[in-house]
């Protein structure tokens, strides 16, 4: 007799994770993973920041109980998640008009929300920007919507061909469902202006479209405040929109998975029902998020010291992800590349377009043991001062 499992085709591997088993199988002692989606350090590991140390070190002194959370998870880790999107003085939040939940990550929070949006409107077609995080498909498509893209990357300017992402999102039906990274975008690190964003808000508004906001690198750009940019343009506008956001990266918490998702309402008494259907898809899923990492989150926003000690962290990180995008663009000029790369130092976030070809990539990858995604992206928190000669030495040899 057959096995039930017999008619199972072996899936395509994951780009990036298959990359990540082809790294680790490497043997030469000079490799590098430029190919990953992690922060680490100058000692080329994922840290465990301080904050998180001293709220963790509390929280096992205090053995507490591990009951079911509620559906939507830990209050205090929502209220500490509207706080930092909104900041603390926010009149959606003072007007009731923003649901959180706690969710499994970035990931969970997009997933939730996609399973929310399909029991709204099946029909909707999903955008997400060409290109884009390649879990975007994939998560809205596995909620059962068509997803198509919408112009966005410019390669010839390294930035955003604005012109032709908002006269494609000006001609899309009413209802369309529109992804927008709200900042340090993934794959290109190229961000759209202040100004920008505005016109966006409006086309949405003009148009009827459902904007979702994905912040998956808040604090990385420019800083928590500063970055929040694009959601505050949304909150401002009175439009009602889906953010999610994740702590995965600000928090270096990646395998704890803490994230959120928040839907902004029109007014409080529809936010109770929103949160009753959002309830069920949860219900449906996994029941309640896991305690932990939401806890130790919640725990560092609430404390004013904690909360100074993450900044400064974070800031850190952000400052030691600008230091080697400069480092690799002096040193990269430096060994006679006659290439202007001074676009790296413009891209925000942990990632840049480099303009590598998927040739250059795989000589990269095959001569020097050098690991980077075939279209060109590359992670600058995964070069530190130990790496980052050998990396440059490597790219100006096969360009
Ligand atoms: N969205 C974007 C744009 C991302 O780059 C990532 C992570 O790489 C996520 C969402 C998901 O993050 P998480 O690990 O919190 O699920």
């Avoid at 469902?177 to 975008?185: G, K, M, N």
């Avoid at 889906?242 to 600000?250: D, L, P, V, W, Y």
């Amino acid at each position: 007799t057959s096995s039930i499992f017999a008619a199972v085709e072996m899936a395509p591997r994951d780009p990036i994770l298959g990359l990540n088993e082809a790294f680790n199988a490497d043997t030469r002692s000079t490799k590098v993973n430029l190919g990953v989606g992690v922060y680490y350090n100058d000692e080329g590991k994922i840290p465990l920041l301080a904050a998180v140390k001293e709220a963790e070190k509390v929280r096992l002194a205090a053995q507490p109980p591990r009951g079911y959370q509620a559906i939507e998870g830990n209050p205090a880790y929502n209220a500490g998640v509207q706080n930092l999107l909104f900041g603390a003085e926010s009149e959606l939040t003072a007007a009731g008009r923003v649901v959180t939940a706690q969710a499994l990550g970035g990931t969970g929070a997009l997933r939730i929300g996609g399973d929310f949006l399909y029991r709204l409107n099946p029909n909707a077609t999903v955008y997400i920007s060409n290109p884009s995080w390649e879990n975007h498909r994939a998560i809205f498509e596995a909620a059962g919507f068509k997803v198509g893209d919408y112009p966005y990357y410019d390669a010839a300017t390294r930035g955003v061909d604005f012109a032709a992402m908002k006269a494609f999102l000006l001609g899309l039906e009413a209802g369309s469902i529109i992804i927008l990274h709200a900042c340090c975008h993934n794959p290109t690190g190229a961000d759209m202006s202040d100004a920008q964003w505005g016109e966006v808000v409006e086309v949405c508004r003009e148009r009827g479209l459902v904007p979702f906001l994905d912040m998956a690198y808040q604090g990385f750009a420019e800083g928590i405040d500063a970055d929040s940019v694009a959601v505050k343009a949304f909150a401002a506008s009175g439009l009602q929109f889906f953010i999610s956001s994740s702590f995965s990266k600000s928090f270096s918490l990646y395998g704890e998975r803490v994230g959120a998702l928040s839907i902004i309402t029109s007014s409080k008494e529809e936010s109770g029902r929103v949160l009753s259907q959002l309830k069920r898809v949860i219900r449906t899923n996994y029941s309640n998020p896991p305690i932990h990492g939401g806890a130790v989150v919640a725990a560092v926003l609430a404390s004013p010291e904690l909360r100074a000690m993450w900044e400064e962290e974070l800031g850190g990180m952000r400052v030691r992800i600008r230091a080697m995008r400069s480092g690799l663009v002096e040193k990269l000029a430096a060994r006679g590349v006659a290439q202007d790369f001074s676009f790296v130092t413009q891209q925000r976030g942990m990632f840049s377009y480099t303009g590598l070809t998927a040739e250059q990539v795989e000589k990269l990858r095959a001569e020097y043991g050098i690991y980077a995604v075939s279209t060109g992206r590359i992670c600058l928190a995964a070069l530190n001062i130990n790496n980052i000669d050998y990396v440059a030495d490597s790219i100006a040899k096969v360009l």
